[in-house]
């Protein structure tokens, strides 16, 4: 499991986590929601150690503060909201920079698999900064793939924290995206991430942490934690959610706020 405890982080002077204390399960799928400004990437930046916060976060039973880089990178990939490149690498060179730190680092063809995993085939000699932003996404995930490419090694379990990991991407690539992260938890991973839309989060989670004003205020299954009074209170808009009659999926719908 991915056990965070009190997370407390400022900015400065200024609080913007306060004690957040939640659980991730591997085998599936935990996505952060909550309106801009709520927190949720600071949030998963203190779960990565990317931001420095007091309190205290476990992954599969062992202290992440007490683990060397090396042990974390081999448990776990991340997927920061935005990366830069200053130099001219070639889209496999910045895939590859994944198995530099990963347990099968001698592994040259995940590079092609995981290209393939994220619709990159043919790419691998193109420059990253010749992509489109949703192709340089889509080779960031990638990356971050191969680092960790089998869910389950020796019996423990590795771990996706994706942040927006679908921002850049049109319908049919954000939906191949939920299928990848969805098979990564199906095959015994544990996936933590960061999603805006409320739809699409309905079809990727197991379970909902739903955020707001640096707080916590819930988690648990989507049809316990995303209400129709939850939504309009973290969100400050009347939203109605439902399930659908043939599929029986939630789904929330935002006619209810109006746009006159």
């Given at each position: 499991m991915l056990i965070s405890n009190d997370i407390r982080v400022s900015l400065g002077k200024v609080p913007v986590l306060h004690g957040i204390s939640a659980a991730a399960r591997a085998g599936e799928v935990t996505v952060i929601v909550g309106p801009n400004g709520s927190g949720k990437t600071?949030?998963?930046?203190?779960?990565?150690?990317?931001?420095?916060?007091?309190?205290?976060?476990?992954?599969?039973?062992?202290d992440c503060a007490?683990?060397?880089?090396?042990?974390?990178?081999?448990?776990?990939?991340?997927?920061?909201?935005?990366?830069?490149?200053?130099?001219?690498?070639?889209?496999?060179?910045?895939?590859?920079?994944?198995?530099?730190?990963?347990?099968?680092?001698n592994r040259a063809e995940l590079v092609v698999r995981a290209l393939g995993a994220?619709?990159?085939?043919?790419?691998?000699?193109?420059?990253y900064q010749e992509?489109?932003?949703?192709?340089q996404a889509r080779v960031q995930l990638a990356r971050v793939l191969v680092q960790v490419w089998e869910p389950?090694?020796?019996?423990?379990?590795?771990?996706?924290?994706?942040?927006?990991?679908?921002?850049s991407?049109?319908?049919?690539?954000?939906?191949a995206v939920v299928r990848l992260m969805r098979d990564f938890a199906r095959r015994g991973g544990g996936v933590v991430t960061v999603l805006h839309d409320l739809n699409l989060t309905a079809m990727a989670a197991d379970r909902v942490w739903l955020m707001d004003q640096g707080r916590l205020?819930?988690?648990?299954?989507?049809?316990?934690?995303?209400?129709?009074?939850?939504?309009?209170?973290a969100y400050g808009?009347?939203?109605?959610?439902?399930?659908?009659?043939?599929?029986?999926?939630?789904f929330a719908l935002p006619q209810a706020a109006g746009v006159a």
């Amino acid at each position: 499991m991915l056990i965070s405890n009190d997370i407390r982080v400022s900015l400065g002077k200024v609080p913007v986590l306060h004690g957040i204390s939640a659980a991730a399960r591997a085998g599936e799928v935990t996505v952060i929601v909550g309106p801009n400004g709520s927190g949720k990437t600071t949030l998963l930046r203190a779960l990565t150690g990317d931001v420095a916060f007091q309190g205290r976060v476990c992954l599969n039973g062992q202290d992440c503060a007490r683990l060397r880089p090396w042990e974390l990178a081999a448990l776990r990939g991340v997927l920061p909201q935005a990366s830069a490149l200053a130099f001219p690498f070639t889209v496999a060179e910045v895939v590859r920079l994944g198995l530099t730190v990963a347990t099968h680092a001698n592994r040259a063809e995940l590079v092609v698999r995981a290209l393939g995993a994220v619709d990159m085939e043919g790419f691998a000699r193109r420059l990253y900064q010749e992509l489109s932003g949703g192709q340089q996404a889509r080779v960031q995930l990638a990356r971050v793939l191969v680092q960790v490419w089998e869910p389950v090694v020796a019996g423990v379990p590795r771990w996706l924290f994706l942040d927006e990991p679908v921002a850049s991407l049109d319908i049919a690539h954000q939906l191949a995206v939920v299928r990848l992260m969805r098979d990564f938890a199906r095959r015994g991973g544990g996936v933590v991430t960061v999603l805006h839309d409320l739809n699409l989060t309905a079809m990727a989670a197991d379970r909902v942490w739903l955020m707001d004003q640096g707080r916590l205020t819930g988690q648990g299954a989507m049809a316990e934690v995303l209400t129709d009074a939850a939504l309009e209170l973290a969100y400050g808009c009347p939203l109605r959610v439902g399930r659908l009659p043939a599929l029986g999926g939630w789904f929330a719908l935002p006619q209810a706020a109006g746009v006159a």
